[in-house]
């Protein structure tokens, strides 16, 4: 599968730092979201963040759909809250 590149804007205030990404995964990729943690469904992802590999899931929170950012991939990226980046995205299915 190839990837879809977007740009985003990394943003605080969630559990974790995330990036919009500008389509609904379920219907842009025909696949369902997943169970991720106690509580959580989203969809497993995997890529690029400004050419840093990532491996983490797309969530949706107030209609719009949101890449998770954990710290260790912001460090090893060297990104912070508010940087534009570069975002290439599939459906992890490992």
Do not use: C, Y
Not at 66 to 76: F, G, I, R, T, V
Request: hydrophobic share 40%.
């Amino acid at each position: 599968m190839t990837l879809d590149r977007f740009d985003s804007v990394i943003r605080g205030g969630h559990k974790e730092d995330a990036a919009e990404i500008p389509f609904d995964p379920g219907k842009h990729w025909a696949i369902r979201p997943q169970h991720l943690d106690p509580g959580r469904r989203g969809f497993p992802v995997k890529g690029t963040i400004n050419g840093t590999p990532l491996h983490s899931a797309v969530v949706s929170r107030s209609g719009k759909f949101w890449l998770l950012l954990p710290s260790e991939l912001e460090a090893a990226a060297n990104l912070s809250v508010g940087d534009s980046v570069v975002i290439e995205l599939a459906p992890d299915f490992s």
